[in-house]
């Protein structure tokens, strides 16, 4: 049996709201009490723009039929060195094909070719699935938990790791 084909990757557009919009929002179905807000996410009126404010960047994952199926954005973040990673969400009918590696390694690509070193994420408590792909990439979790007092009573657990490929 052929292995399926990964849906392509290229940047964000600041078009590509909407999409990103539906791709979280059905994330977010798929947990109880974690509804999806469009006010909580005021960046998807430009995404691309946004993240390429704040030094990063955004990747989008489109299939065949030209839905947004899979995202990564990344950003410097206030330590010198460090970059966080934001909208890491892939389509259920996605998981376990490698869509979500193939972003991280791009987004790792970004992050050594702009001179940084630490990765750190931010990752919903009730996110158990994400948890196991970011310790099965080397992230460790951080002390603490953080409350964002949003619709979803959302806490967050921290992770953090040094990016791959950078001597320290």
């Not at 890491?88 to 702009?114: C, K, M, N, P």
Request: glycine share 12%; proline share 6%; with cysteine.
């Amino acid at each position: 049996m052929a292995s399926p084909t990964l849906p392509s990757i290229r940047p964000g557009r600041d078009t590509d709201g909407p999409a990103l919009a539906r791709l979280i929002s059905a994330v977010f179905s798929e947990y109880e009490g974690c509804p999806y807000v469009p006010e909580e996410f005021p960046e998807l009126a430009a995404p691309a723009s946004h993240y390429a404010g704040k030094g990063g960047a955004l990747w989008v994952a489109e299939n065949d039929a030209g839905e947004v199926v899979g995202s990564l954005a990344v950003a410097k973040a206030l330590d010198a060195g460090t970059y966080e990673l934001f909208k890491v969400y892939v389509a259920a009918g996605q998981r376990g094909t490698g869509l979500a590696q193939t972003l991280l390694e791009g987004g790792y690509d970004f992050i050594r070719s702009h001179g940084g070193e630490r990765v750190v994420l931010w990752s919903d408590t009730r996110f158990l699935s994400g948890h196991r792909f970011y310790r099965r990439n080397g992230f460790r979790r951080v002390p603490g938990i953080r409350a964002l007092h949003d619709a979803a009573d959302t806490l967050e657990f921290g992770f953090a790791r040094d990016c791959p490929g950078v001597d320290r």
